[in-house]
């Protein structure tokens, strides 16, 4: 029955599909299983109002481009995409969005803030600020990271280190923060 579900949630395509039509059609055992779906990441559900929508993972971020254009924005920035890319390239840009979701990470925690210090060492200014891209370049390249695991993991750990970093608006790349790219980075 899961099986089923799964299936009439894909086939709702972009708009998604109200958790009380599952519910007429598969019963309350329909809880359960959205549930478990859930836990695994297959599906999303959202509220909207007063009624729950669900939709599998490729049809959420469809969702999300379309509605949200705060996500759409992100979404550009960290892909590089550009408005005058062909409607195609969403597909590859999901493939991509789910091969980073599915990558183990390079590198621990740990080891990326001992990379990261040390880079940003490297290629700060007299009154310490960088570019995160600087930083982001030379790692990558002798570790082997992906733009966005870079970002994700930069973020992360300015997250959780707030009070030995700051970061600053502007540049082209970074990490986002409030809606807005934060380009610059330096040790306090």
Request: charged fraction near 30%; aromatic fraction near 8%.
């Amino acid at each position: 029955m899961t099986v089923n579900i799964l299936q009439r949630i894909e086939s709702a395509g972009v708009d998604g599909i109200k958790k009380v039509a599952l519910k007429k059609i598969y019963g309350k055992e329909c809880d359960n299983m959205l549930e478990r779906l859930k836990k695994k990441e297959q599906i999303f559900i959202e509220k909207k109002g007063v009624t729950y929508c669900i939709w599998s993972k490729e049809n959420y971020i469809h969702y999300l481009t379309q509605n949200d254009p705060k996500f759409k924005l992100v979404l550009d920035m960290v892909s590089g995409t550009s408005q005058s890319e062909p409607k195609g390239h969403t597909q590859n840009l999901l493939e991509e969005v789910e091969s980073i979701s599915n990558q183990d990470s390079a590198l621990a925690n740990d080891d990326f803030e001992i990379v990261f210090n040390k880079y940003l060492n490297e290629s700060s200014t007299s009154i310490g600020w960088t570019q995160f891209s600087k930083v982001r370049e030379k790692i990558c390249e002798a570790k082997n990271l992906s733009k966005e695991k870079f970002y994700t993991l930069a973020a992360d750990l300015i997250e959780q280190k707030r009070e030995r970093y700051e970061v600053s608006s502007g540049g082209h790349e970074g990490i986002i923060v409030r809606g807005l790219v934060h380009g610059y980075v330096r040790n306090l």
